[in-house]
């Protein structure tokens, strides 16, 4: 209204591109009605809580004078877009592979169609499902993750809008681990093995890429002091599921020995053994 002063102003929308006009409101319900423009700097702002759909090019944003229907403005056409919030995993979690786990996130609108995947080194990415539609704000998926998965201390999950992905996405936002799984079946539960004799350690594993791995015993109850079976170089045997022991180690005699598996990359990533004796 040139020569004069807007005081307040009405704020209103459309999604349709013209009628019907909707009155903006905020977070906490306040609508966009006699709102006060800064007479210093003439300007005015509203926080306008956006609503939870969507709409392609065709939203626009009039601001009415309330002293003077006759005075406005509009704005060209824009979009109203999606939003996803990855909340688990989102960095730090230690998930083994073979188990099931829920991938978590909020998003807008409730009935998001979406695409997981995820990466064990920040660059490859592989599907876990499409057009995924959960049809709520807080949105939930079970992951069965596969047991010949590779473990990686360095995974992320990617959730994207199935028709906007490269606008609507979010990844987590820092990496997670899948670790490997072990069973050592020898010696287990009771079974006796005899000093200074060979003995034969077996287990069973779900561990894609752990190469090697260390054995470690205790005689105490509860554990403690950990040894190493093998007792030269990085303490390290290959992970082919038995290792031959030389000469068992004969020092103190016990009912209460363990034996434990561990990968040297992830010390999370480990198995012990029921007690045995010798």
């Not at 877009?81 to 998003?107: K, L, R």
């Amino acid at each position: 209204r040139t020569g004069s002063v807007v005081n307040n102003v009405n704020i209103q929308y459309t999604t349709e591109g013209g009628e019907p006009w909707n009155t903006m409101a905020n977070a906490s319900g306040a609508n966009a009605t006699n709102v006060p423009t800064n007479q210093t700097t003439n300007i005015g702002t509203f926080l306008w809580r956006v609503p939870s759909l969507l709409c392609v090019n065709n939203t626009i944003v009039k601001v009415i004078d309330a002293g003077d229907s006759n005075v406005s403005g509009v704005t060209p056409k824009f979009n109203i877009v999606g939003s996803i919030d990855i909340t688990a995993p989102n960095g730090g979690e230690e998930w083994a592979v073979g188990s099931n786990q829920s991938i978590e996130w909020s998003q807008y609108p409730y009935n998001l169609p979406v695409n997981i995947s995820y990466s064990i080194d920040n660059g490859t990415w592989t599907n876990i499902t499409s057009s995924y539609n959960f049809n709520s704000s807080v949105a939930s998926k079970t992951w069965n993750i596969p047991a010949d998965i590779m473990t990686s201390n360095n995974v992320r999950i990617s959730i994207k809008h199935a028709t906007n992905p490269t606008i609507v996405n979010d990844t987590s936002a820092n990496p997670f681990a899948l670790l490997a799984t072990f069973d050592i079946t020898n010696p287990e539960n009771g079974a006796p093995v005899i000093a200074e004799e060979p003995y034969t350690i077996t287990w069973t594993n779900n561990s894609v890429g752990v190469n090697n791995v260390t054995l470690q015993y205790s005689v105490e109850n509860p554990t403690a002091n950990w040894s190493y079976v093998k007792t030269d170089g990085d303490n390290t045997v290959p992970n082919w599921g038995y290792y031959e022991w030389g000469s068992v180690n004969g020092t103190k005699l016990s009912d209460n020995y363990k034996m434990r598996v561990t990968d040297p990359k992830q010390p999370n990533a480990t198995d012990m053994s029921i007690n045995w004796s010798y």
